[in-house]
Nanobody
Framework: QVQLVESGGGLVQAGGSLRLSCAAS????????MGWFRQTPGREREFVAA????????IYSEGVKGRFAISRDNAQKKVYLRMNSLKPEDTGVYYC?????????????????WGQGTQVTVSS
């Protein structure tokens, strides 16, 4: 089992950058595929990015490709989401998630553990 805590959210102007962090506790962090999702009121939680256990594979939603970068540090038990060129439509609560499958997934129901989320607000 793994516990996840996100941090790094905040208010930023359009065009700005933020880096989100997700700290994991518990054992065997390196055995989990990790993902980032976001949610806005009235909408389903949507996939943003995911990374495989050893960082070999990363996948992104079309809307963030080229602007966001996911990375992880297994020794520190952390996963990051670097967000550049932020847009107002990137606003939402960002969640970190862990999945026991070996390949990065885009479906939220594939993920077994979730953090509490961190708010990102991008002003125009």
């Amino acid at each position: 089992q793994v516990q996840l805590v996100e941090s790094g959210g905040g208010l930023v102007q359009a065009g700005g950058s933020l880096r989100l962090s997700c700290a994991a506790s518990g054992r065997a962090f390196s055995t989990y595929t990790m993902g980032w999702f976001r949610q806005t009121p009235g909408r389903e939680r949507e996939f943003v990015a995911a990374i495989s256990r050893t960082s070999v594979t990363t996948i992104y939603s079309e809307g963030v490709k080229g602007r966001f970068a996911i990375s992880r540090d297994n020794a520190q038990k952390k996963v990051y989401l670097r967000m550049n060129s932020l847009k107002p439509e990137d606003t939402g609560v960002y969640y970190c998630a862990a999945d026991t499958s070996p390949f990065p997934q885009q479906r939220n129901y594939d993920y077994d553990y979730w953090g509490q989320g961190t708010q990102v607000t991008v002003s125009s």
